[in-house]
């Protein structure tokens, strides 16, 4: 996708980078200019890149020099030189200082632009955890949209649409206008790394971090890119809408997916950024349609799956009211049952499953999002419009009525 | 000459029960020019050996300020639960053992080698006794709540008192137990939710620091073996004894900085 | 010239000139084994020592090239046509070919494959095995190869003779430290064998107090780390006495050969920052064992503190990593190209200088998590201890003008340190640079630097001083070309592995990724090629140096012409090193005005002097 993004960038960017160390950016980096912190690293690292092209090739030049010309011939002595010389020590002390002292001025200037957002910025919270982000809009929505991505050395440059590739969330952001996102970890630490932005920080789960971005649309006439199943993003009118995708990866270390606790970040004009956090806005809607919403935006359906298909997970297709062989014994599936697998899931646990479903706390789903839950199950469910399975929590489940 | 058994005994051929005392015989390493270079070798050695000692505790000394900044109504809560009188009483038990450790050594410097025993072994006891009163007195009440009728802590529970063994000479106060380091606490009346940590800080220190205890009173066990059966030290060689009071003397300076950041919070 | 002054040597009463080398057998196989196994020569510790650290060399090698052969091919998944236990096409009841789907890129989950049925097949299979495979690595080659690399094996064979010392100050404390770097690696080992750990070898908190929390690999491994710490602490120690107490009759602090500067400030670093970690690792463990909380957020704890404690000891010790390199270069620049080093002053002084300011840095490991104000008082230390490694450069490069060099198996390690540990040292400042590091922390641009300075600085110069000092350990010389044809496979696969990495950095591919997204491929199958062929270089060497034990010519006393003490002892040493006390009457680089021992005039001609020399 990183590709995709880059050619449409690079090609329709209004001013690219000029100036005597733009030369050669393009080895290190796929795009340019997504925003003005990104284009001043970008300047920054082309810079010390060469002052230390420049030192290296010089040292290496006299060094290759010596090598040659004073090679050792037999019976030869080395000539006599002095070994030492004050005031060269001291200008090859002193010289160096200069240029470590501009590196790190230049750093540190560029590095206050990235902590420091700006006052009038949208303000999110982001919450990370085994292996999933969530961000939560300023309306208290979030984001059900996901797209599997994951690597796929079949199609070069291409994104992957095979079944284990991990779904991951896509977060709707407006382009041209400063977003501010509080983050904090539901376990251990993460770090939220959106390589464009060219800014990570760590996640903790023991106090907030921030972290900011204002990203370019309106100069970059990204509109005739394709999403990453390859389709147009349209408004509910059917217009086109313009928009860019840019990674996220996960960069502190953090257990076994964290090579696919990934995200995409998608930067869309305002008005459009609007419609999509109503329409996920739970406010007005149904408790099913509000299920189905936090199905998709809390990651339950990175591990189960609504339409009986085996995932890493239970199916939630029939699972209202069914009988589940857990470890405590066979179980009536009811309200009760559910509420306990999302709060503490450790408590029963499903047979032939691991063990590694995430605890919710009642933060990221309130009692509406729980109700909400509970009736989208129970609309998957043949069980619930029917009478209610037998009482006998031994019986096996009723397969056949 | 250079494998380690030509080495082991350093004080020549004849060893037990031989007419000239052991340290007269001491024939320092092949690879030193005098005695008094070696010396001086090991005396530097083991100065840069206390260094890392002090920086190993300056890593928990550390880790309690911060937890203390951070906490610090967690601190006083659970420092009023350490008696200040064991600790001080354990403070003049080190200060003491000090004392004999540093007479000691002088005595041998002296050839006073029955002098010289006696007050290492009193250095001995002294240990013994710090980490009798800390395990009795403070960690088993704390762990179990069972406490000797004659703790000068028990008269502030006494309404607590739910139990006695032994025809009362152990007390058990109610939920005083429980009052373990980190997950395993479980003090009901526990006033601060940050508490466990306090009391992790506190086996940390203490408990790291009662390891450096038995580590000396082991050299010294093993100083006055050698003093016993070889006359090991004397006027002219006195190196292990020296290095062996210089430990202790760490473990009690740090002792001295324990007990009142621990004991001694208001 | 002389060094010895052959009349007060009599005086001093020399063992005499019949004492055999200190690598003759004390009589037979089980003798032998005995007297290596309690032997307290630092000459024999240090060979137990180059054994140990090469043998672990291997194993973390073995390691990277199976997370290298992991990262050749991201996990994906394809549709393969299902075959009978026969290998016939299974066809279903229309005829077509029945596909199935199948994990595939996960090349050690196919050699290694899980004891639990269900986890066949699986990402999270795959990617724990690569965990392990990366943390494995990752401890292997810090804690066990390169922190004892070059001090314990080179140091300590070579500080007492250079020093004209017969031994270490401590020599039974020498053989305990071997004793515990062995204990230690064991741990390590043992907890691979119950399964491995996947913590990284930062064992950053909370992951690493609650990862496997059901089973002790972590306990075991974070234990081994400590224990190797002591090991690392006693000799640190044993070496500062001996410097100060042991130097030759007429060696003055600098009259002292710089490898001796740079083992003296290494083993500052290593007694003042080894004891923090010391106590930080035991913190961990009792934290996992008791859950005590300090650096657990739920009870209160603070995760940053950990990485607080773990980077001022694990900063300071790259510094004890690289110092001794810088003291290796600072003997071979020298020596092969018969000129005295410029700046004796200034490199001594830099190595005490890197190694106290290397306390100051160890922020600047943590700018995407530390506040602001700390950031930036960090990245301008980290600038400053930048400035005495780049004098060093300079000086080592000055030296080279006017020389004689020759391009030996030495030297010619010696120069490519220069310039792959300049690339190294370089990329350090894009990191410490605060706006550039918050894009390039944890990245493989990261992963680049660490490996150039690592790998490129230190191991380099490991195998380059072990060239240089094999004919004096060993009595034997080694084929000096096929060494070459050695040093140059090394160094293009090298290049190939990791430079590579600086692009895949830069380009944003996180660091400890199992896998990842298809645009890095290309690079990453350059970057996995060029570790094939470094294993190819090392193998090289392997043959060399086992070629020059079985049949190699016999090594005269001083090969290169050397000056320092090292070169006036036989080849091998005999065992209490010199025959004589020496005592020193040049200096270690005096090359225009001193002919080498074991050397005569005619072979190596001294340059007129100007009349304003000196
Ligand atoms: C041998 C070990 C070694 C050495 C010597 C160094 C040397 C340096 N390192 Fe490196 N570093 C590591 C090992 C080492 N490092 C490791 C293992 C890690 C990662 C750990 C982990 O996370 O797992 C790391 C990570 C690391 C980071 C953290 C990156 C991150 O995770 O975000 C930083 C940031 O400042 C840094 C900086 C530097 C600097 C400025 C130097 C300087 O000392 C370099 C000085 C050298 C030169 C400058 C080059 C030579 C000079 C010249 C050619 C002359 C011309 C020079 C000038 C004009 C300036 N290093
Ligand atoms: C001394 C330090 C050292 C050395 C030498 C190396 C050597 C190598 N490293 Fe290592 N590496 C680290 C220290 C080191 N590494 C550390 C600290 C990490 C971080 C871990 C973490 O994130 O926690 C890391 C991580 C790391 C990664 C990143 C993993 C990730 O983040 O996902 C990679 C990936 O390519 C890698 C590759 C390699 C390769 C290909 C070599 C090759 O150069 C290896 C070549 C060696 C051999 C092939 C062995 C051959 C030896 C013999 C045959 C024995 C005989 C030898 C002689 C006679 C001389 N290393
Ligand atoms: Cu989350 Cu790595
Ligand atoms: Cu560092």
């Known amino acids: 996708m990183l590709k995709t993004l880059t050619n449409n960038m690079t090609t329709t960017l209004a001013e690219g980078p000029t100036g005597w160390w733009s030369y050669g950016w393009r080895w290190f980096f796929q795009n340019f200019g997504v925003n003005h912190n990104a284009i001043e690293t970008d300047r920054l690292y082309m810079i010390i890149f060469w002052i230390c092209v420049g030192w290296f090739i010089f040292l290496m030049a006299i060094m290759m020099y010596c090598v040659v010309k004073y090679r050792r011939r ?103 206008i400063p977003v501010h996102i509080n983050m904090i970890s539901q376990d251990v630490m993460h770090s939220f790394w959106v390589p464009d932005f060219r800014v990570k920080f760590d996640v903790f789960p023991n106090r907030y971090t921030t972290y900011w971005f204002q990203a370019k649309l309106k100069d970059a006439q990204a509109s005739n890119l394709k999403d990453s199943t390859g389709k147009d993003v349209v408004t509910a009118q059917g217009e086109k809408v ?40 739970i406010e007005g809607k149904s408790p099913e349609e509000i299920g189905k919403l936090v199905f998709q935006s809390q990651g339950c359906s990175a591990c189960h799956t609504v339409d009986g298909s085996k995932g890493a997970a239970p199916t939630w297709k029939d699972l209202y009211l069914s009988h589940q062989p857990t470890n405590q014994g066979s179980v009536l599936a009811d309200d ?37 839950l509970i009736a989208y199950m129970k609309s998957l469910s043949k069980f619930a419009s029917s009478t209610p399975a037998p009482a006998d929590p031994a019986a096996p489940a009723p397969e056949k009525k | 000459m250079t494998t380690l058994d030509t080495r082991s005994n350093p004080l020549g051929a004849d060893v037990q029960g031989g007419a000239t005392p052991g340290w007269k015989r001491y024939i320092p390493g092949h690879h030193w020019r005098t005695a008094d270079e070696e010396f001086d070798a090991c005396t530097l050695g083991f100065w840069l050996f206390l260094a890392t000692e002090v920086l190993l505790f300056a890593g928990l000394f550390v880790g309690y300020t911060i937890m203390r900044f951070k906490f610090p109504d967690a601190f006083t809560n659970g420092s009023s639960y350490l008696d200040w009188r064991w600790g001080t ?62 703790d000068p802590a028990l008269p502030h529970y006494a309404s607590l008192i739910d139990g006695q063994a032994l025809g009362g000479l152990f007390k058990h106060v109610e939920g005083y137990g429980g009052k373990a380091p980190g997950q395993f606490f479980s003090y009901a009346f526990s006033e601060d939710p940050w508490e466990p940590l306090w009391w992790s800080i506190y086996y940390c220190a203490t408990g790291i620091h009662a390891l450096h205890v038995i580590i000396g009173m082991t050299l010294i066990a093993w100083c006055f073996r050698r003093a016993v059966l070889y006359k090991a030290y004397g006027p002219s060689h006195y190196t292990m004894v020296e290095n062996t009071g210089l430990y202790w003397h760490l473990v009690d300076l740090i002792w001295i900085f324990l007990f009142p950041l621990l004991y001694l919070i208001h | 010239m002389t060094t010895l002054d052959n009349s007060r040597a009599h005086e001093l009463g020399g063992h005499g000139h019949h004492e055999g080398s200190y690598l003759t057998p004390k009589g037979g196989f089980w003798t032998t084994v005995w007297d290596w196994a309690t032997t307290v020569d630092h000459k024999k510790i240090g060979v137990m020592y180059l054994g140990a650290v090469l043998f672990m060399f291997f194993l973390g090698g073995l390691a990277a090239l199976a ?59 795959g990617n724990q095995l690569y965990n392990r495979a990366f943390t494995l690595h990752g401890a292997i080659m810090v804690f066990m190869v390169i922190i004892p690399s070059i001090p314990a094996s080179l140091g300590n064979f070579f500080i007492p003779l250079m020093l004209g010392a017969k031994d270490v100050a401590f020599p039974r404390l020498n053989l305990l430290s071997w004793y515990i770097y062995v204990t230690g690696s064991i741990f390590a080992v043992c907890s691979i064998l119950i399964g491995g750990v996947d913590t990284g070898w930062t064992f950053y908190t909370p992951y690493s107090t609650t990862t496997d929390a059901e089973h002790a690999n972590v306990v075991l491994m974070v234990l081994g780390a400590f224990i190797l710490g002591f090991s690392s602490i006693l000799t640190g120690l044993n070496f500062i006495v001996t410097v100060h107490k042991l130097r030759a009759p007429g060696m003055g602090w600098f009259d002292m050969p710089l490898f001796i500067w740079a083992m003296y400030s290494t083993s500052i670093i290593q007694v003042l920052a080894t004891p923090v970690i010391g106590i930080t690792l035991l913190l961990l463990v009792f934290e996992r064992m008791f859950r005590i909380g300090i650096f657990d957020p739920s009870l209160g704890g603070d995760p940053v503190l950990y990485q607080h404690f773990f980077w001022f000891y694990s900063h300071p010790v790259v510094y004890v990593m690289i110092l001794p390199a810088f003291g290796v270069i600072s003997e071979i620049i020298p020596v092969h190209s018969h000129k005295k080093i410029f700046g004796y002053r200034a490199i001594a002084f830099a190595s005490l200088g890197v190694a106290l300011v290397s306390f100051l840095v160890w922020g600047h490991h943590m700018f995407a998590s530390s506040g602001e104000l700390g950031a930036t008082v960090f990245s301008a230390l980290t600038f400053l201890v930048a400035i005495p490694t780049a004098v060093k450069v300079f000086n080592w490069i000055a030296t080279l ?7 030996t198996t030495p030297m010619l390690y010696a120069l490519m340190f220069l310039f792959l540990f300049s690339i190294g040292g370089l990329t350090g400042l894009p990191l410490g640079a605060l706006a550039t590091d918050l894009h390039l922390h944890d990245s493989y641009f990261v992963v680049a630097h660490f490996h150039y300075v690592m790998m490129g600085g230190t191991i380099i110069t490991f195998v380059a001083g072990l060239h240089h000092w094999w004919p004096k350990m060993f009595g034997k010389m080694y084929n000096q070309f096929w060494a070459n044809v050695g040093a140059w496979t090394v160094f293009v696969g090298f290049n190939l592995t990791f430079f590579t990495q600086f692009f895949l950095g830069t380009q944003g591919m996180p660091r400890r990724y199992a896998s990842y997204v298809s645009e890095y491929q290309t690079l990453h199958i350059w970057s996995t090629v060029g570790s094939y062929v470094l294993l190819l270089g090392f193998l090289i060497h392997l043959f060399v140096f086992i070629h020059s034990l079985v049949a190699g010519r016999k090594a005269p006393a001083n090969p290169w012409g050397g000056l320092t003490l090292e070169w006036e002892a036989e080849s091998p040493p005999i065992e209490h090193n010199f025959a004589h006390e020496p005592i020193v009457t040049h200096g270690p680089y005096d090359f225009e005005t001193t002919v080498p021992p074991h050397w005569n005039a005619k072979d190596y001609p001294l340059p007129h002097l100007p009349a304003n020399a000196h």
Request: net charge neutral.
């Open chain 1, 242 to 281: 313009p928009f860019i995708d840019h990674f996220i990866f996960c960069a502190e270390y953090c257990g076994d997916q964290h090579s696919e606790m990934l995200g995409i970040i998608r930067i869309v004009p305002m008005a459009y950024y609007l419609a999509k956090t109503e329409e996920w806005n």
């Open chain 3, 401 to 407: 003008y006017k020389g004689s060099i020759a391009l």
């Open chain 1, 74 to 176: 037999p019976g030869v002595p080395a000539p006599y030189s002095p070994s030492h010389n004050t005031r060269l020590e001291l200008v090859w002390t002193i010289v160096p200082c200069f240029f470590l002292f501009y590196i790190f001025l230049e750093g540190f200037h560029v590095y206050i632009d990235k902590l420091v957002a700006p006052g009038d910025s949208l303000q999110m919270t982001l919450t990370a955890k085994k292996w999933d982000w969530t961000i939560t809009y300023p309306n208290g929505a979030a984001s059900p949209e996901r797209t599997l991505i994951g690597p796929d050395s079949t199609q070069f440059g291409g994104i992957n649409k095979s079944p284990a590739a991990r779904p991951v969330p896509i977060f709707y952001m407006p382009g041209d």
């Open chain 2, 89 to 150: 009483l354990n403070t003049v038990v080190l200060l003491l053992s000090s004392y004999t450790m540093a007479a000691s050594i002088r005595a041998f410097q002296l050839d006073r080698q029955k002098q010289g025993k006696i007050l290492l072994s009193a250095t001995f006891i002294f240990g013994l006794v710090f980490l009798l009163i800390k395990f009795t007195f403070e960690y088993t009440p704390k762990l179990s709540g069972w406490f000797i009728a004659f």
């Open chain 3, 67 to 125: 997370v290298r052969t992991e990262l050749l091919d991201p996990v994906r998944t394809i549709q393969v046509a299902a075959t009978d236990a026969a290998g016939k096409p299974l066809l279903d009841a229309e005829g077509k070919q029945v596909m199935k789907t199948e994990i595939v890129g996960q090349t050690l989950a196919r050699w290694i494959p899980p004891k639990d049925e269900a986890k066949l097949g699986t990402v999270d299979y």
């Open chain 1, 336 to 372: 009760n049952y559910i509420r306990e697998s999302i709060y503490t899931p450790q408590a029963k646990l499903v047979d032939g499953y691991p063990s590694n479903m995430p605890v919710y706390t009642s933060a990221q789903i309130d009692e509406r999002r729980m109700q909400g």
